[in-house]
């Protein structure tokens, strides 16, 4: 089993920034990707960023130059520095685990992050 927390989250102004944490624990395979979803209101959970553990990232078309992934290997830690928040970023924000050669995914509890006009 895998344990995910996630720290960070807020409330936040239009054009400011958030940093979000997420520290992994338990049996923990060493090829794996850990990234963000985000769920708003309404809408479907679409993946934010992803880091694979080659360094390998991914990221959705609208935060592209706006956000950065980052990870933390000895830690078993992911981030998320959010810059240039838009009221659209706002959502429950979810980090995530996927052991890449097993299959299997865990999931933190989410994060909120609200950003107001």
């Known amino acids: 089993q895998v344990q995910l927390v996630e720290s960070g989250g807020g409330l936040v102004q239009a054009g400011g920034s958030l940093r979000l944490s997420c520290a992994a624990s338990?049996?923990?395979?060493?090829?794996?990707?850990m990234g963000w979803y985000r769920q708003a209101p309404g809408k479907q959970r679409e993946l934010v960023a992803a880091?694979?553990?080659?360094?390998?990232?991914n990221y959705a078309s609208s935060v592209k130059g706006r956000f950065t992934i980052s990870r933390d290997k000895a830690k078993n830690a992911v981030y998320l520095q959010m810059n240039s928040l838009k009221p659209e970023d706002t959502a429950v924000y979810f980090c995530y685990l996927h052991h890449t050669w097993y299959g299997d995914d865990y999931w933190g509890q989410g994060t909120q992050v609200t950003v107001s006009s």
């Open positions: 338990g049996s923990i395979r060493s090829i794996n990707t």
């Open positions: 880091v694979t553990s080659t360094d390998s990232t």
